[in-house]
């Protein structure tokens, strides 16, 4: 089957850096994004890795490797304001569908 | 210009009715995908429509259905409302047909299901 698994809630302190997993299992896909939910709101695209490797887009780093079905999401300089969920997702190429991993929730504390 | 517009945000319904929920693309974009998202769950995925063409579909009862019109918006149904239905219905779109890795979602409706 597929699925996409996360850690459940990660916490740090402002100023710090965090890395949020995301392991998979699906048999081949296009490629991997993260996506960040503050409570309440519409989840938004942070980034996303077409190839094996690592994208920085600010302070939001991601980072795919295909060969050992891993990938993450780095934040740093971390801010109040990135306390949020953060979800990563891949199109499954076989069924084409989009699946979700399950979501870690970051909790930044002063 | 504008997000994604999903109405109605929030709406409380009783068991064994039907609720339809709509989703109004970015401008210009013709991809809209729905998902359900619980908190036991996660986000999963609904529907995929292009060009008014349902491209893909999730694993749910016959229940839910949806369609796109030729303006791009889109429509999805559920009827005979079950409780286990109560989730934020969340709609996304992207400009194409071809996966880049980005979807912008709506604020979402949030069902009740009483």
């Known amino acids: 089957g597929q699925s996409l698994e996360q850690p459940s809630e990660v916490t740090a302190v402002e100023g710090a850096i965090v890395q949020i997993n995301c392991t998979y299992q699906?048999?081949?896909?296009?490629?991997l994004s993260w996506y960040q939910q503050h409570d309440g709101g519409a989840p938004t695209f942070l980034s996303y890795?077409?190839?094996?490797g690592l994208e920085e887009t600010g302070r939001f780093s991601s980072f795919l490797s295909r060969s050992d079905s891993y990938g993450y999401l780095l934040l740093q300089e971390l801010q109040m304001k990135d306390s949020a969920s953060y979800f990563c997702?891949?199109?499954?190429?076989?069924?084409?569908?989009?699946?979700f991993g399950t979501g870690t929730r970051l909790q930044v504390f002063p | 210009k504008a997000g994604v517009t999903q109405t109605p945000r929030y709406l409380i319904k009783t068991r064994g009715q039907q609720v339809t929920l709509s989703c109004s693309p970015i401008?210009?974009?013709?991809?809209v995908s729905w998902y359900q998202q619980t908190p036991g769950q996660g986000l999963q995925f609904l529907f995929e429509?292009?060009?008014?063409?349902?491209?893909n579909k999730g694993n749910f009862p016959g229940r839910f259905s949806g369609r796109q019109f030729s303006n791009s918006r889109s429509e999805m149904n559920v009827s005979t409302l079950e409780l286990g239905d109560s989730a934020l219905y969340l709609c996304?779109?992207?400009?194409?047909?071809?996966?880049?890795?980005?979807?912008?979602f709506g604020e979402g409706s949030r069902l009740t299901v009483l």
């Open positions: 890795n077409a190839l094996d």
């Open positions: 401008s210009g974009h013709r991809s």
């Open positions: 699906t048999s081949g896909f296009y490629g």
């Open positions: 429509y292009f060009s008014e063409t349902q491209r």
């Open positions: 996304a779109s992207s400009l194409g047909a071809e996966f880049t890795g980005e979807l912008f």
């Open positions: 997702a891949v199109r499954d190429r076989e069924t084409d569908k989009l699946i």
